[in-house]
C-alpha cells in the first residue's frame, strides 16, 4: 500500500528560518523549525495534552507545544549535550538571580586570569592539543572552573550552553561541518580568538534571547527530560510531535561527533560513542525484509550488502522505537514524524510510508502526509556519506510531515 502525499507550500515557511519564531540558544544539527509544529498541532486542534518527543534533539517541538497551549512535555535523547540544551531552555529562572551569578561569574575569570587556582580539574579532551591552542585550553579551563563554582545547578546549566557553543568556536574544527575535521594548516596559522571575550559575548546574548523568548512561558510547565533511549512505561502521552534522525548518526547527521568537545569536557566516558548508540549505530546482522523497504533494501544489497546492513539496522531500530511510541500514546492521540527520504547508492528510501505503515501496524490509521521544500532546516547544504574527506553528496530538498492517530478504543 502507498500512503498518498500532498504537497503543501503551507509548510515550506520559505525566507524563514529558526529564529523568526524562538532563537536557538545553541547551534545544533538537523533542528525542525518550530514554524512546522505550531502549524500541524493548530491544523489538527491540538491544544491541550501531553506532549513527547522520543528523540528530543535541542527541544525544538516543545516550543511548538508552548506556543499551542501545552504544558506537560517529555524528552528522551541519547546525546548529553540535546538535553544540555533542552533543560536550558525550558527550566525557570529568576532573571535576579541570572544577573548576580554573570557578574560572579566575570568576576573569578578575571581573578583566576590573574592567579590561577591550584585546583584546576584536568582538561579531559582527546587529542586537546590537535584541536586547541595551548593558550585558549588554559582560558577555556578557567571559564570552566569558575563556571562550575556557581551555587545554582540550573544556572550552571544555562550557563554551560555558550561554553559549548565556544568550544568549537575556539577550535581548530571546521565550522561549516557537523562532523569534525580540522582547518587546513594555513588557516590554523592565522587562525586567532580570544575565549573569554567569546565566552562573555556569547553568555549575554544567550541571557538576553532566555529571557526574551522562553521564560515568559516557563512558569507554569512542566517537563520531564531523561537521557536515554524511550520505552513505553506507565504514561501516557497526547501527542508525539518529532523529528528523528535521517539514518544512522555515522553516514548521515553526525550528532556524536558535533557534540563530542562538550561531551568530553562535562566527563561523559562514550563521548565519542555516541554516534554508535544512536539507531542504527549497530550493524545489522540479516537484511530488513518487511513492507515498503523490501524491494529498496534489496536493490542496494545488490550494489554493497555491507552497506544494506547498515541502513536495515537503522530501519530495525526505528520500527522497535515505533512500537514503543504507539504503546504510549492515548487513544485518539496523535504521532507526527517529520521525516526525509534518504538516498543510499542512488536508492532512495522511503521512510515517510515506512512510518505510516508502522503506525497503522500498532492501531493508527494515517491522516496525512505534506510534503514540504526543505530550505530552513539546520543542515549542512553537502554531506559526506562514505566518510571520505572529500567526498560529498547533496544532501535531500524535501522533507514531510506524517500524521496518524490513534484509534480510539482502548488498548
Known amino acids: 500500500m502507498r500512503y498518498p502525499i500532498t504537497r503543501s507550500p503551507n509548510y515550506d515557511f520559505k525566507g524563514q528560518s529558526y529564529a523568526d519564531t524562538f532563537p536557538n540558544l545553541h547551534r545544533y544539527p538537523a533542528t525542525m523549525p518550530p514554524q512546522i509544529g505550531i502549524a500541524i498541532l493548530q491544523e489538527f486542534g491540538i491544544h491541550q495534552g501531553t506532549m513527547l518527543d522520543p528523540y528530543c534533539g535541542s527541544g525544538s517541538s516543545f516550543i511548538a507545544g ?5 504544558k506537560h512535555f517529555a524528552g528522551y535523547d541519547l546525546n548529553p549535550l540535546a538535553v544540555l540544551i533542552t533543560r536550558a531552555k525550558y527550566t525557570w529562572l529568576d532573571k535576579r538571580d541570572i544577573a548576580q551569578a554573570r557578574q560572579m561569574l566575570k568576576q573569578r575569570v578575571r581573578t583566576y586570569l590573574a592567579h590561577p587556582p591550584a585546583n584546576l580539574a584536568d582538561i579531559r579532551l582527546h587529542n586537546a592539543n590537535y584541536w586547541f591552542a595551548g593558550d585558549v585550553l588554559a582560558a577555556l579551563q578557567i571559564i570552566y572552573h569558575a563556571l562550575r563554582e556557581l551555587p545554582d545547578e540550573a544556572i550552571q546549566t544555562l550557563f554551560l550552553v555558550p561554553f559549548s557553543e565556544i568550544l568549537r568556536a575556539c577550535s581548530y574544527t571546521r565550522s561549516s561541518e557537523f ?23 556569547k553568555l549575554d ?13 516557563l512558569q507554569d510547565i512542566q517537563l520531564q527530560l531523561k537521557l536515554e533511549t524511550f520505552r513505553t512505561s506507565k504514561a501516557k502521552y497526547d501527542v508525539v510531535l518529532t523529528s528523528p534522525p535521517y539514518g544512522d548518526s555515522q553516514t548521515t547527521v553526525a550528532y556524536g561527533q558535533f557534540s ?25 546482522d540479516e537484511l530488513y525484509q518487511d513492507g515498503v523497504l523490501v524491494s529498496p533494501i534489496a536493490r542496494i544489497a545488490s550494489m554493497s550488502f555491507q552497506r544494506a546492513l547498515q541502513v536495515s539496522a537503522f530501519y530495525k531500530d526505528l520500527a522497535t522505537s515505533i512500537n514503543e511510541v504507539a504503546r504510549a500514546i492515548t487513544p485518539g492521540g496523535f504521532a507526527i514524524y517529520l521525516v526525509g527520504n534518504r538516498t543510499v547508492k542512488g536508492v532512495q528510501l522511503p521512510t515517510d510510508q515506512f512510518i505510516a505503515e508502522q503506525f497503522e501496524r500498532h492501531g493508527f490509521k494515517h491522516c496525512v502526509t505534506y510534503e514540504r521544500a526543505l530550505s530552513n532546516k539546520v543542515m549542512p547544504n553537502r554531506n559526506s556519506p562514505s566518510n571520505q574527506i572529500g567526498i560529498t553528496a547533496p544532501t535531500m530538498s524535501k522533507e514531510y510531515l506524517v500524521v496518524c492517530q490513534k484509534d480510539t478504543a482502548d488498548d
Open 66 to 70: 508552548l506556543m499551542c497551549g501545552l
Open 260 to 284: 563530542v568537545f562538550i561531551n568530553e569536557w562535562l566527563g561523559i566516558s562514550h563521548a565519542r560513542q555516541i554516534d554508535k548508540l544512536l539507531m542504527g549505530g549497530k550493524k545489522a
Open 179 to 201: 562532523k569534525l575535521y580540522r582547518l587546513a594548516p594555513k588557516d590554523i596559522a592565522s587562525f586567532n580568538v580570544d575565549p573569554v571575550y567569546s565566552y562573555f559575548q
Open 205 to 217: 546574548w544567550v541571557i538576553a534571547a532566555y529571557e526574551s523568548y522562553y521564560l515568559p512561558y
